[in-house]
């Protein structure tokens, strides 16, 4: 005989489906035990879908759940089974479409639930030198530091060698984020070591839940401890592992490095890299390296302390190398000043506005476009990269 599902998850089935369509009704029916409540954790329904993309439900209570089924668009996409927690992975290729994720609890009984949620698409077309849109992450701040975030299209003028341009807006929610966090665990850093690593855990928790976090370490060579991770426990651990310094610094070397770890063009690609700055063992030059972030399109920060700060050379060069895309350098003289120097720059991730344009010149010649972003408030200070090269259409 076939088992017929318990009520209690059949009516919760029918609340999750046709609650708005039904006015509340007042019942006698004796009180029972609380029905099962199917929650979509992951994705966030504010966060395009694209590459992998981790899929988290909860059932609770959990009793007697066999597995959770998600679906994309009405297509299977992953499956997760019991015991909870309730999450598996997808490959979301690279639609740009808006998609709707349905998600099914099933139980032991034959009952189930249903959640549906609709996750919002994404500009086909990003900041890409290599496509015909370009995208400008810009940052707005008043003479006293502070972010100005109430800002619309027409408050801003956009200029490519000079020509005005036509831009188009983008919300900051439809661009996701892809930052690479670089630590410098040479010998000079042994004393910076316990709060770098406090440091650098609070920033990454504080980021947002959709982000891409790589995390790397250096000192004459390269290590990566974390690529594409999501999952903040995981960078936790990562953090964690950082071996004890020794070994001189190679800083262009790591940068490089973290440049090439970035993997979704259609992503705001960030650096963050720290640093005593004192680098005397890169096989990377300068130019090589400047060449590079102006094609990788990332936006870098540098922190650096201890000799590297002092070095008039160190500075400016790190000063050119953050300019050109539109990031900056910070020098700071105690560690303990890193927590505030990384909450700045969190802030400014946070504070980002996005403009989108179609170059008016047509060429494709590989020549460097200046980019100058203001607004008519001369009051206001703006960072913008500095521009990009026009590379030839693959």
Known sequence: MEQRPRRSWVLAGCLALCWPLAGSQPSNAPAQEADPVLTIVEPDPQTPLAGIVRMRAEVVPAVDVERVEFYVNGVPACTAPAPAPFACSWDAGDSSEPRIVRVVARFGSGGRLVRSMRARGRPAALFSAGTDVILVPVVVQDRRGRFVDDLALEDFELFEDGVRQDASFFEAANIPLDLVLAVDFSASMTAAMGPLRFAARHFLRELPEAARLGLIAFNDRTYVLAREEQNRAALTDAIDALPAPFGGTALLDAMNYALDLHGDEQAHRVVVLFSDGDDRHS????????????????????????????????????????????????????????????????????????????????????????????????????????????????
């Open 283 to 394: 096989f990377s030059a300068v130019d090589s390296v400047e060449e590079r972030i102006r094609a990788s399109q990332a936006t870098v920060y540098v922190v650096t302390m201890g000799r590297g700060r002092e070095m008039e050379r160190v500075r400016e060069l790190l000063g050119r190398l953050t300019r050109v895309s539109g990031g900056r350098s910070f020098s700071i003289e105690r560690i303990g000043e890193l927590d505030g120097v990384l909450a700045h720059i969190r802030d400014r991730l946070q504070n980002r506005y996005f403009l989108a344009y179609q170059s008016s010149n047509p060429a494709r010649d590989g020549t460097w476009r200046r980019i100058e972003v203001r607004t008519p408030d001369r009051r206001h200070v703006v960072t913008a990269r500095e521009g990009y090269a026009a590379e030839p259409r693959s």
